[in-house]
T-cell receptor
Framework: DAGVTQSPTHLIKTRGQQVTLRCSPK?????VSWYQQALGQGPQFIFQ???????QRGNFPDRFSGHQFPNYSSELNVNALLLGDSALYLC??????????????FGPGTRLTVL | QQPVQSPQAVILREGEDAVINCSSS?????VHWYRQKHGEAPVFLMI?????EQKGHEKISASFNEKKQQSSLYLTASQLSYSGTYFC??????????FGQGTELSVKP
C-alpha cells in the first residue's frame, strides 16, 4: 500500500520565480492538506483540498495557490518567491469525514530553497 | 491559536521515562500526536478525543484532560528509536491541524 508521495524531493529557486510542488495521497484517501515547516518549527497549515475545491485556508498570502485533480492528487503553487518561503513543504492526506478525528498521514516533503 | 508544548527539549538515558505536555487556551476536541525524525516526515502516533480517553501505542500512551485543555504524552522505558521531535496538533472540523512548536527528545545509550 503506497503511502503519501511528493515530488520533487529538493528544489532550488531564485527570488521572484514560481514553483509547483506535487503530492499523491495515500490509497483510499480523498483529501489533501499542505503545510509549510520552517527549520525548528512545527508544520503550519496552508490549505486543504477536498472534492477539487479549497475547503480551508491558513494565514498564507494569495501567492500560495493549489489545485486538486479528479484522481485526488494535488499541486501547490507559489508565485513571486521570497527568501522567507524557504522551508520544507509537507503534504498530508486523509479520508474526509468532516470530523475533528480525521487522521492525516504525511508525505516525505519537498525541501525548497530560495536564493 | 497554537497549542503550547512543554518541555521544549528533554534528554533521557535508555530505559528512562518522559512526559510531554500540550496545552491550549481554546477548547480542545481532539489532540493528534506525531513524531518527526530529522529530515523525515512527521509520523502519526495517536489521536485523543474529547472525553479523557487514554490511548496506547507500544510503550507510548497519552491522556486528554478536556477540563484542563491539556494532553500529555507518556513515554515509558524509552528506546533509542524514540528520539525525535514530538508535535501535538489540535484539529477543527474537517481536520485543519494547528501544531505546537515541538518537543525535542534525545535518548542516549
Amino acid at each position: 500500500d503506497a503511502g503519501v508521495t511528493q515530488s520533487p524531493t529538493h528544489l532550488i529557486k531564485t527570488r521572484g520565480q514560481q514553483v509547483t510542488l506535487r503530492c499523491s495521497p495515500k490509497s483510499g484517501h480523498d483529501t489533501v492538506s499542505w503545510y509549510q515547516q520552517a527549520l525548528g518549527q512545527g508544520p503550519q497549515f496552508i490549505f486543504q483540498y477536498y472534492e477539487e475545491e479549497e475547503r480551508q485556508r491558513g494565514n498564507f498570502p494569495d501567492r500560495f495557490s493549489g489545485h486538486q485533480f479528479p484522481n485526488y492528487s494535488s499541486e501547490l503553487n507559489v508565485n513571486a518567491l521570497l527568501l522567507g518561503d524557504s522551508a520544507l513543504y509537507l503534504c498530508a492526506s486523509s479520508f474526509w469525514r468532516g470530523a475533528v478525528e480525521d487522521t492525516q498521514y504525511f508525505g516525505p516533503g519537498t525541501r525548497l530553497t530560495v536564493l | 491559536q497554537q497549542p503550547v508544548q512543554s518541555p521544549q527539549a528533554v534528554i533521557l538515558r535508555e530505559g528512562e521515562d518522559a512526559v510531554i505536555n500540550c496545552s491550549s487556551s481554546k477548547a480542545l476536541y481532539s489532540v493528534h500526536w506525531y513524531r518527526q525524525k530529522h529530515g523525515e516526515a512527521p509520523v502519526f502516533l495517536m489521536i485523543l478525543l474529547k472525553g479523557g480517553e487514554q490511548k496506547g501505542h507500544e510503550k507510548i500512551s497519552a491522556s486528554f484532560n478536556e477540563k484542563k485543555q491539556q494532553s500529555s504524552l507518556y513515554l515509558t522505558a524509552s528506546q533509542l528509536s524514540y528520539s525525535g521531535t514530538y508535535f501535538c496538533g489540535t484539529a477543527n472540523q474537517g481536520g485543519k491541524l494547528i501544531f505546537g512548536q515541538g518537543t525535542e527528545l534525545s535518548v542516549k545509550p
